[in-house]
């Protein structure tokens, strides 16, 4: 991780970093608290707590080395992440080193006499917190509020990168493209006046209407890419490849209930050799196709705003008219035990009529991917996605003579790190609950879904 040893004067700490330096604080207190305590059970006052623990300090027989031991905490932490606003665990490594060294000795070393027998407790007890207390610390440093920044700092960064980009390509033919698939509307595309459409990339092919309308073609937007013509042709492949290998996925047979969730969306996984365990989950959302696939695929910028497993996303290259590059970061998941990470991926997708009853399904697919403005950065966790896909099929009418669509999602991500099995099952599995509770949010005032039958297992 990148350290900052600076003190930055004109940035506001951030609401974590201010509860974990209070952390700091009660240790220190609380620890010269209980010594207090302590001297006072043992009939000792002031002065001759003063003289015996300090002026005549002995390791065998004087606890006040434990509030030093907090107070050399509190300076260094403070120091490193409240005045210089580190971004690295070193410095609080350190200290609970030195402390969980410094404890193991003195219990080994401190004289337990026949003396301290009415007031054995709080020998302990002040052994005991000074020990608890630097490793919750860590743990909260570690886990808390240096992922926790370094997602706010991503964002931050992917912002700036999206103000710089009418700089470079043009405002206008950029803004255009960034409202191709947000505001519907059909002067939000830019169309040139002539050439092949060999030399066109293009955002989309569906122009969101209001609900009860039909979808129609639109002309789209010239948007620059700086991808040559063959890691062009290695990312369309890629993702026609996801479609591929996702119709396999569903096709097949023997998916196990993994998870039950409310409303009968339930959580079921298959173990595939390549890819290794891939979630599924089904829900029935009272939207159109049309309405669902303007939310997954073309308006990329607003999943924050209605998926609140997602923190940032945004459109990074077009590839075609079916092809683009899609950014996302998403937030903490299994109660911060998993940090946000965030994602590049390559999306394709398919539009099919059925023959026979005229209905529409949308299948969108994905899988992880490298681009040269998404550079990896060395102080981020990148996952990689496998094959992803979300599938929008249309259904009859509800009762209420409502639109409805069956909606399935298909998730397989390598989240990176030494991160045990159970935990990734427990993380995935939410983001694939908070994805239908989401949807059913956005489109139902119950908030509630329900899903078609269990698939086949065996």
């Known amino acids: 991780m990148a350290c900052s040893c600076k003190c930055n004067c004109e940035q506001t700490m951030s609401p974590v970093r201010r509860t974990f330096c209070l952390l700091t604080l009660f240790d220190l ?14 009939g000792q006052s002031p002065y001759e707590a003063f003289d015996t623990e300090v002026a005549h300090y ?24 409240g005045l210089f606003a580190l971004h690295n665990p070193w410095v609080v490594a350190v200290t609970t080193t030195i402390s969980s060294g410094f404890l193991i000795a003195k219990v080994f070393l401190f004289a337990f006499t026949k003396e301290d027998r009415d007031s054995p407790i709080l020998d302990y007890l002040l052994l005991v917190s000074s020990f608890v207390l630097p490793w919750a610390e860590t743990w909260f440093l570690d886990f808390k509020v240096l992922p926790r920044e370094l997602k ?18 043009g405002r206008s033919r950029y ?15 830019y169309s040139p006046m002539g050439g092949s459409p060999e030399n066109r990339s293009l955002a989309g092919d569906v122009q969101v209407l209001p609900r009860k309308q039909t979808v129609v073609d639109v002309p789209a937007p010239i948007v620059p890419s700086p991808l040559t013509t063959d890691q062009k042709k290695l990312l369309l492949e890629r993702g026609q490849s996801s479609l591929l290998v996702i119709n396999g996925l569903l096709a097949r047979s023997g998916w196990k209930l993994e998870k039950q969730g409310k409303n009968d969306s339930h959580v079921y996984s298959i173990h595939d050799k390549r890819f290794g365990k891939v979630f599924k989950i089904q829900g029935i959302i009272h939207a159109s196709t049309a309405d669902l696939f303007a939310d997954i695929y073309l308006r990329v910028k607003d999943l924050p705003k209605w998926n609140s497993s997602v923190a940032h996303s945004e459109r990074v290259d077009v590839l075609d008219d079916h092809t683009d590059i899609c950014y996302v970061c998403v937030n903490d998941q299994a109660g911060g035990m998993v940090s946000g990470r965030d994602f590049l991926d390559v999306r394709c997708y398919e539009k099919t009529v059925s023959e026979s009853e005229g209905t529409i399904k949308y299948v969108i697919a994905s899988m992880g991917c490298e681009h040269v403005r998404k550079p990896v950065l060395s102080e981020f966790v990148r996952g ?24 399935t999602s298909v998730l397989n991500t390598d989240l990176k790190g030494w991160i045990p099995q159970s935990i990734v099952d427990q993380a995935l599995s939410t983001v694939l609950f908070d994805l239908i509770k989401s949807l059913q949010k956005k489109y139902s005032p119950q908030g ?10 065996s």
């Open 29 to 42: 207190v609380l620890t010269f608290l209980l010594w207090i305590l302590y001297t006072q059970i043992k």
């Open 58 to 81: 002995g390791i065998h027989s004087s606890l006040f080395d434990l509030v030093m031991l907090a107070a050399f905490r509190f300076t260094s932490l403070i120091l490193a992440y």
């Open 152 to 169: 706010e700092r991503l964002i931050d960064l992917r912002r700036a990168a999206s103000e710089i980009s009418p700089l470079l390509y």
């Open 175 to 189: 803004e255009a493209w960034e409202q191709a698939g947000q505001s519907g509307m059909s002067s939000a595309f």
């Open 384 to 407: 990689v996605n496998g094959p992803n896909a979300w599938i929008i099929e249309a259904m009859p009418p509800g009762p209420d003579g409502e639109e409805r669509s069956l909606f």
């Open 448 to 457: 509630g879904a329900t899903a078609p039958g269990a698939p086949s297992s």
